[in-house]
C-alpha cells in the first residue's frame, strides 16, 4: 500500500495569541516537509487546491515544482485539480513540466472541488457544475493520449489539431478521480478506468463500501482490468508517541477550523465528543500512535475491499513545523512498515 500526505497549506491563525504564520516561512516549513517526507520513504505527497485566505494552495503544480528540486524519490500530485475551473491545456502543460522536472514523478487527481470559490474567481457558473467536469475530463485524458488533438465543447475555444507541449517523461501520466460522496462520480471513475480517491473526512469507511463497488462494477462493466480500478483513501490524521498526545496535539486547530467552516455552511459547532468519535475504531480519523493508525488503515482497507493508497490530510492542525515533521516522520518509519508488513503477510497467509 503506498502511504503519504496532503496538505492545503494552512496559515490558520492561532486561537489563543490570533498570529498567523508569515506565509513566505509558512511555503518554507511546508517545502522541508516534503523533504522529510521523501526522507523516510513515504510513497506520495499531493497539495490541495483551494482560493481562500486560510490556505497557500491556489498554484499546487507550482509548489510541486518546487518540492520536485528538493526531493529523490516520492510522488510529487494534485489533492485536488479543480479541473471545472481550470483549462485542461493549461492543467496538462503544468503537470508534464513537473514530470519532466521532478523525472517521471507527477500525478494529477483532479475533481469539482468541495470548496466552490474557484467558480466564481474564473467566471464560472455553479448551474453547470456537472457539465463543466465532465468535459473538460474528456479533454484532458484526450491529451494524455495524443499530442495533437481535435475537439469541441461548449466551455472553451475548440482545438483544430494544434500541438500540446511539453509531453510528461512518463509514458502515460496518472490522473486519478477524486471524489466525495456522489455515486455518478464513483460510477464515471469506473466507467473511465481510472484509479479513485475518495475524501473521506467524517463518518466511517465502511459506509463508502457501496460506492466503491459502484466503482468496480461500472469498471468491470466498461471492460477495465481490477488492476486498473485502484482505490485510494484521504483521511484526516495526525500521528504522535501516544494516543492522548496525538489526539491533545491535533483537536484544538481541527475544533477551530470546522467550527469557522461550519459558520459558512450552517454546521454546528465542533466538539470534543464529536472528534473522539472520529478518533474511535468506528470513526474515519487516522489519529494516534503508529500501532493504532496502522490497525486503522488495515481495518479501512478491508473495509472498502481493498485500499491501494492512503494519504494523511493534516493541514486542519495548527501546528508547530516540528510537531508535523515528527509526525511525517513516525507515518513513514511507524505505520507504513506496520501497514506493509502485515499486508505481506496476509497476502502469503
Not at 13 to 20: E, K, M, N, Q, V
Not at 128 to 154: P, S
Amino acid at each position: 500500500m503506498e502511504i503519504g500526505i496532503d496538505s492545503f497549506v494552512a496559515t490558520i491563525a492561532d486561537p489563543l495569541t490570533g498570529r498567523t504564520m508569515p506565509p513566505e516561512r509558512r511555503m518554507e516549513d511546508l517545502l522541508a516537509e516534503i523533504e522529510t517526507a521523501d526522507q523516510v520513504g513515504l510513497d506520495v505527497f499531493g497539495i490541495g487546491e483551494h482560493h481562500r485566505k486560510e490556505f497557500l494552495d491556489s498554484a499546487p503544480a507550482v509548489i510541486l515544482a518546487a518540492a520536485a528540486a528538493r526531493t529523490k524519490r516520492i510522488r510529487l500530485t494534485s489533492a485536488v485539480t479543480v479541473l471545472s475551473a481550470d483549462d485542461p491545456v493549461r492543467v496538462f502543460q503544468d503537470f508534464a513540466t513537473l514530470d519532466l522536472i521532478s523525472k517521471g514523478r507527477a500525478e494529477i487527481v483532479v475533481g469539482r472541488g468541495s470548496s466552490v470559490e474557484a467558480y466564481p474567481l474564473f467566471g464560472f457558473s455553479m448551474n453547470d457544475y456537472d457539465a463543466l467536469f465532465a468535459e473538460k475530463l474528456d479533454l484532458l485524458l484526450r491529451l494524455r493520449e495524443e499530442t495533437h488533438v481535435t475537439w469541441r465543447g461548449r466551455f472553451r475555444a475548440p482545438l483544430s489539431g494544434q500541438g500540446v507541449f511539453p509531453r510528461p517523461q512518463q509514458e502515460k501520466l496518472p490522473i486519478w478521480l477524486g471524489v466525495g460522496g456522489t455515486p455518478q462520480s464513483f460510477m464515471r471513475a469506473g466507467a473511465l478506468g481510472l484509479p479513485l480517491m475518495i475524501a473521506i473526512i467524517g463518518g466511517s469507511f465502511e459506509r463508502f463500501r457501496p460506492l466503491v463497488d459502484l466503482y468496480r462494477q461500472a469498471g468491470h462493466k466498461a471492460g477495465h482490468s481490477s488492476d486498473a480500478l485502484k482505490v485510494g483513501v484521504h483521511a484526516v490524521g495526525f500521528v504522535g508517541g501516544t494516543v492522548r498526545a496525538a489526539k491533545d496535539a491535533f483537536f484544538p486547530g481541527w475544533a477551530h477550523w470546522f467550527t469557522e467552516l461550519g459558520r459558512e455552511r450552517g454546521w454546528p459547532p465542533a466538539t470534543r465528543g464529536q472528534f473522539e468519535a472520529m478518533c474511535s475504531p468506528e470513526g474515519a480519523f487516522l489519529i494516534g500512535d503508529p500501532e493504532t493508525v496502522a490497525e486503522k488503515i488495515l481495518a479501512a482497507s478491508k473495509a472498502l475491499g481493498d485500499v491501494s493508497r492512503v494519504t494523511f490530510q493534516m493541514s486542519s492542525a495548527m501546528l508547530e513545523t516540528d510537531a508535523m515533521q515528527r509526525s511525517i516522520e513516525l507515518i513513514g518509519t511507524g505505520v507504513a512498515p506496520l501497514v506493509n508488513t502485515e499486508r505481506r503477510s496476509e497476502s502469503h497467509g
